[in-house]
């Protein structure tokens, strides 16, 4: 895995710019080589969702990837509520299926449990493997991507969130959280 972006030092704060795109180039590399003639792509909700929908058709893979939401089975629930949980929708029958679940940022592992939850709650897949656009680190739960297209190490206290423009063209958004 490899490290795409820049760090620069302004004022003693430090700006991190990643190159959404070309680590998008690099995801698809990775996919490719773990999605059998059989895999079903599903994104969660909203920039998996948007990898896994660009993913689909790049990889000319036949029916529509899925979108999976955390909302439901998140173990912060009373403090979110529904709020940015998004919908499931799986246009395929789960059971026995070799699904590769997508998403854009992996932190502490909390979200991939929930959505696991999600998952099981339409079937029992065959086999569930993981993917991300970025891996940050900082795990809370033994969770770990089985591909991930950058690993960046980011403070507590920042957000890295993926962006989509109306063209479809990915973009990071790096904020301070207070």
């Not at 995801?27 to 079903?40: E, I, N, S, Y």
């Not at 299926?97 to 592992?109: E, H, K």
Request: net charge negative; proline share 2%; glycine share 10%.
């Amino acid at each position: 895995m490899h490290y795409s972006g820049t760090v620069f030092k302004e004022f003693g704060v430090s700006t991190l710019t990643l190159d959404a795109e070309a680590l998008y180039r690099e995801l698809l590399r990775g996919v490719r080589q773990l999605c059998h003639a059989d895999t079903k792509l599903v994104g969660i909700t909203s920039g998996g969702a948007w990898l896994a929908e660009r993913l689909q058709a790049d990889l000319q893979l036949p029916g529509k990837a899925g979108s999976i939401s955390s909302a439901m089975h998140r173990d912060d629930f009373a403090q979110r509520g529904l709020s940015n949980g998004g919908q499931t929708h799986i246009p395929f029958d789960v059971n026995g299926a070799d699904i590769l679940v997508l998403d854009d940022v992996l932190y502490t592992g909390r979200t991939i449990r929930a959505v696991l939850n999600e998952l099981f709650d339409y079937g029992r897949p065959g086999n569930v493997r993981l993917a991300v656009l970025v891996d940050r680190g900082g795990r809370e739960l033994p969770v770990q991507a089985d591909f991930a297209a950058a690993r960046v190490t980011l403070g507590a206290k920042q957000s890295l969130a993926l962006a989509r423009s109306d063209t479809g063209v990915f973009s990071f958004d790096v904020k301070e959280m207070e």
